[in-house]
């Protein structure tokens, strides 16, 4: 059995030398340079929304910080307004209702008016949602800041989309606005006074005093 062969001429060797670079060529584009970009590329995306993220909490911090400061501020004394006199009710669901005119959606459940010697309070649960953090700052902003003495306590916010600086703010809050009996005018809807109502005796006390009484006026 014969077995035909040849010597390759110089072209052939070049071009079999080409086509295999050609190859090696390939291979790495296909399995080691596509890969990186595309891990360098999803670190990118991923770097970048991790900052957005943090950008959005930066912001958030921010603005609860800069609240915070203003109602310890408030709670300080320091540029708190006038109680106004009582029945100021209209005024003040007036008020709430503008304040609250730019948020998306908002409830109020107003609690029983309380009154303590010359102070009345009407205290309320506030919930709303607001399209940013902006516009939170901006609600609560005329409300403490109000002519009618408002101060907000339990502040609670949450977002949508932490990772997005403009996401919708849902925002809980117990609030009371402030009345005094100074110039105010009683009505039927002025609640007892606590303080009087601590210093009436109960049935019980009433009997024993009463009988307390009859002892001592009986000879």
Same mark, same amino acid.
């Given at each position: 059995?014969?077995?035909?062969?040849?010597?390759?001429?110089?072209?052939?060797?070049?071009?079999?030398?080409? *086509?295999?670079?050609?190859?090696?060529?390939?291979?790495? =584009?296909?399995?080691?340079? /596509?890969?990186?970009?595309?891990?360098?590329?999803?670190?990118?995306?991923?770097?970048?929304?991790? /900052?957005?993220?943090?950008?959005?909490?930066?912001?958030?911090?921010?603005?609860?910080? !800069?609240?915070?400061?203003?109602?310890?501020?408030?709670?300080? +004394?320091? +540029?708190?307004?006038?109680?106004?006199? =009582?029945?100021?009710?209209?005024?003040?669901?007036?008020? *709430?209702?503008?304040?609250?005119?730019?948020?998306?959606? =908002?409830?109020? #459940?107003?609690?029983?008016?309380?009154?303590?010697?010359?102070?009345?309070?009407? #205290?309320?649960?506030?919930?709303?949602?607001?399209?940013? =953090?902006?516009?939170?700052? /901006?609600?609560?902003?005329?409300?403490?800041?109000?002519?009618? !003495?408002?101060?907000?306590?339990?502040?609670?916010?949450?977002?949508? !989309?932490?990772?997005?600086?403009?996401?919708?703010?849902?925002?809980?809050?117990?609030?009371?606005?402030?009345?005094?009996?100074?110039? +105010?005018?009683?009505? #039927?809807?002025?609640?007892?006074?606590? !303080?009087?109502?601590?210093?009436?005796?109960?049935?019980?006390?009433?009997?024993?005093?009463?009988?307390?009484?009859?002892?001592?006026?009986?000879?």
């Amino acid at each position: 059995m014969k077995i035909l062969s040849r010597d390759f001429t110089l072209k052939e060797k070049i071009l079999m030398v080409f *086509l295999a670079v050609v190859l090696l060529g390939m291979l790495y =584009y296909q399995f080691i340079d /596509q890969p990186v970009r595309t891990a360098l590329a999803s670190a990118e995306a991923e770097k970048a929304s991790i /900052q957005m993220e943090l950008d959005a909490v930066n912001l958030q911090i921010e603005t609860l910080s !800069r609240m915070s400061s203003e109602l310890e501020t408030l709670r300080d +004394g320091e +540029g708190v307004s006038a109680m106004a006199s =009582y029945n100021n009710a209209k005024a003040e669901l007036a008020l *709430l209702n503008d304040a609250l005119s730019i948020t998306n959606n =908002y409830s109020i #459940s107003f609690a029983d008016v309380t009154r303590d010697g010359d102070q009345i309070r009407r #205290s309320f649960a506030l919930q709303f949602t607001a399209p940013n =953090y902006a516009t939170m700052e /901006q609600v609560l902003s005329k409300l403490v800041a109000s002519p009618y !003495r408002c101060l907000i306590g339990d502040l609670s916010c949450s977002v949508s !989309r932490p990772s997005d600086a403009n996401s919708e703010v849902h925002v809980g809050a117990n609030a009371t606005f402030y009345e005094t009996m100074v110039d +105010g005018v009683p009505d #039927s809807g002025l609640p007892v006074d606590a !303080r009087e109502d601590a210093s009436q005796p109960s049935s019980f006390d009433s009997a024993v005093i009463g009988e307390e009484a009859v002892r001592r006026t009986t000879p």
